[in-house]
């Protein structure tokens, strides 16, 4: 049972995100941690030398994203996330050497936008079908490997999501709902239909009685979707259409073989994460991981909590389905879902 702390914790993941500060330590987002996370261990797995490859959605290298989240958040945080990728960096390197004997690296490149991981191993591949971050690519002899890498870091000790959603893995009737929500925000603060994006966030940052207000208006519409997205995923299973919920489940814990494992080359999730005591990692290769479950749907359940879905195997959960809004400074925010084990 979670306690009261963990509950008020959880909600207010749901609305707040931590934003860039280079005059605050402590203050970093999650995606600027995780983009730095996989710069970095690419940059020790590559001998100290930022990777050259790819350019990524902005048109910049891989040193030239560095550079700039690095001019966005406090040394202290950029020396804590250097020191947790050189840790995974050396990790990665003793878990290659293990599976890989003999084999040395010969490339490492950033995979970050879509078809980045068909330029390193030539075969197509969807980011869903692919989550790959980096490719490591090692040699011996004759013999070339692909490896993709899925990097994931926390600043704490808590599971790690596996994937990020949109909406269409809500439920049929999330977009219905979402439209609703909206609606509604519009009819109670009319100012926010002919507000632009950059408005409405300018709005509600100047304004915290508004952000209190939001809160939990969609706190409820969060709870709701969830409340109707396990319903119908429990119809499916009652009904025997089984099919319909391990691929959401798939999908959400990245449950599957790439087109690269496919065809004889390499996958695996690298998790980092830290305590008191330091960092720790571990590998997993998620076409593997939940394979007893999903070869056995018949005792799968489904249950809602919260804003969040549990997916339980013979009544102990195993993953959880979060939702959330897209964008936590924006009231007519986007849906999404993430996606995690337990």
Same mark, same amino acid.
């Given at each position: 049972?979670?306690?009261?702390?963990?509950?008020?914790?959880?909600?207010?993941?749901?609305?707040?995100?931590?934003?860039?500060?280079?005059?605050?330590?402590?203050?970093?987002?999650?995606?600027?941690?995780?983009?730095?996370?996989?710069?970095?261990?690419?940059k020790d797995l590559n001998g100290g030398k930022h990777m050259d490859r790819h350019v990524n959605e902005h048109?910049?290298?891989?040193?030239?994203?560095?550079?700039?989240?690095?001019?966005?958040?406090?040394?202290?945080?950029?020396?804590?996330?250097?020191a947790g990728a050189k840790s995974a960096a050396e990790h990665i390197k003793g878990y290659l050497n293990s599976?890989?004997?003999?084999?040395?690296?010969?490339?490492?490149?950033?995979?970050?936008?879509?078809?980045?991981?068909?330029?390193?191993?030539?075969?197509?591949?969807? /980011?869903?079908?692919?989550?790959?971050?980096?490719?490591? !690519? +090692?040699?011996?002899?004759? @013999?070339?490997? %692909? $490896?993709?890498? *899925?990097?994931?870091?926390?600043?704490?000790?808590?599971?790690?999501?596996?994937?990020?959603?949109?909406?269409?893995?809500?439920?049929?009737?999330?977009?219905?709902?979402?439209?609703?929500?909206?609606?509604?925000?519009?009819?109670?603060?009319?100012?926010?239909?002919?507000?632009?994006?950059?408005?409405?966030?300018?709005?509600?940052?100047s304004s915290p009685k508004l952000k209190s207000e939001l809160a939990p208006k969609h706190r409820h519409f969060?709870?709701?979707?969830?409340?109707?997205?396990?319903?119908?995923?429990?119809?499916?299973?009652?009904?025997?259409?089984?099919?319909?919920?391990?691929?959401?489940?798939?999908?959400?814990?990245?449950?599957?073989?790439?087109?690269? /494992?496919?065809?004889?080359?390499?996958?695996?999730?690298? !998790? +980092?994460?830290?305590?008191? @005591?330091?960092? %720790? $990692?571990?590998? *997993?290769?998620?076409?593997?991981?939940?394979?007893?479950?999903?070869?056995?749907?018949?005792?799968?359940?489904?249950?809602?909590?919260?804003?969040?879905?549990?997916?339980?195997?013979?009544?102990?959960?195993?993953?959880?389905?979060?939702?959330?809004?897209?964008?936590?400074?924006?009231?007519?925010?986007?849906?999404?879902?993430?996606?995690?084990?337990?």
């Open positions: 049972m979670k306690t009261f702390f963990q509950i008020v914790k959880e909600c207010n993941s749901v609305l707040l995100e931590k934003t860039d500060n280079a005059n605050a330590p402590g203050e970093v987002s999650q995606n600027t941690r995780g983009v730095m996370h996989e710069l970095l261990v690419g048109g910049e290298t891989p040193e030239q994203t560095h550079n700039r989240l690095k001019a966005q958040i406090h040394p202290k945080d950029y020396e804590s996330i250097n599976t890989h004997q003999g084999h040395v690296i010969h490339s490492v490149v950033h995979t970050s936008k879509p078809g980045d991981t068909e330029k390193v191993t030539g075969i197509k591949a969807t /980011q869903k079908q692919d989550s790959s971050d980096i490719y490591v !690519t +090692t040699k011996y002899k004759n @013999t070339i490997k %692909h $490896h993709g890498i *899925s990097l994931k870091v926390s600043e704490g000790s808590g599971k790690i999501p596996a994937s990020s959603l949109g909406a269409e893995s809500a439920g049929s009737k999330a977009k219905h709902l979402h439209a609703a929500h909206h609606a509604e925000l519009k009819k109670q603060y009319p100012q926010l239909a002919s507000m632009s994006k950059d408005e409405r966030k300018t709005l509600v940052k969060l709870s709701v979707v969830a409340k109707s997205n396990a319903s119908e995923l429990q119809g499916h299973i009652n009904s025997g259409n089984h099919h319909h919920v391990v691929s959401r489940i798939r999908d959400l814990l990245h449950a599957h073989k790439t087109p690269a /494992q496919e065809a004889g080359h390499n996958f695996f999730k690298h !998790t +980092t994460n830290q305590s008191s @005591t330091g960092f %720790h $990692h571990h590998v *997993s290769d998620p076409s593997v991981d939940h394979e007893h479950i999903l070869k056995d749907p018949k005792n799968i359940s489904v249950e809602a909590k919260g804003t969040s879905v549990h997916y339980l195997y013979k009544g102990t959960k195993f993953a959880t389905q979060t939702h959330k809004l897209g964008s936590q400074s924006d009231p007519l925010s986007s849906l999404k879902t993430v996606g995690k084990s337990t």
